[in-house]
């Protein structure tokens, strides 16, 4: 199976900068799309971004222009660095990786749409 683990979390006010990470473990073949959501409370959850394989990313509108994803292949990373933090930006993040291939003892085995545990990220004003 395929875990997840994020870090970077925490608070900051506003204008300030965070990095999330979010490492996926287990006998990863291949990983077509990560990405980040997030929800604040009260509030359905939403895109904040994806980034496939190929490098193609995906912007939610709010945060163009100030957060940026990237992903380390090799390493099953993926990161979110984010800057221009507003208070509206409050919410829990959850890491998100689709179309994982990978080893389950001598077979390959595919896993979809796969979250992590969510990270509290805290902007004050």
């Known amino acids: 199976q395929v875990q997840l683990v994020e870090s970077g979390g925490g608070s900051v006010q506003a204008g300030g900068s965070l990095r999330l990470s979010c490492a996926a473990s287990g006998r990863i073949l291949s990983i077509n799309t990560m990405g980040w959501y997030r929800q604040a409370p009260g509030r359905q959850r939403e895109l904040v971004a994806t980034i496939t394989s190929g490098g193609s990313v995906n912007y939610g509108d709010s945060v163009k222009g100030r957060f940026t994803i990237s992903r380390e292949n090799a390493k099953n990373t993926v990161y979110l660095q984010m800057n221009s933090l507003k208070p509206e930006d409050t919410a829990v993040y959850y890491c998100?990786?689709?179309?994982?291939?990978?080893?389950?003892?001598?077979?390959?085995?595919?896993?979809?749409?796969?979250w992590g545990q969510g990270t509290q990220v805290t902007v004050s004003s």
């Open positions: 998100n990786v689709d179309q994982v291939v990978y080893y389950s003892g001598i077979l390959s085995r595919h896993e979809y749409d796969r």
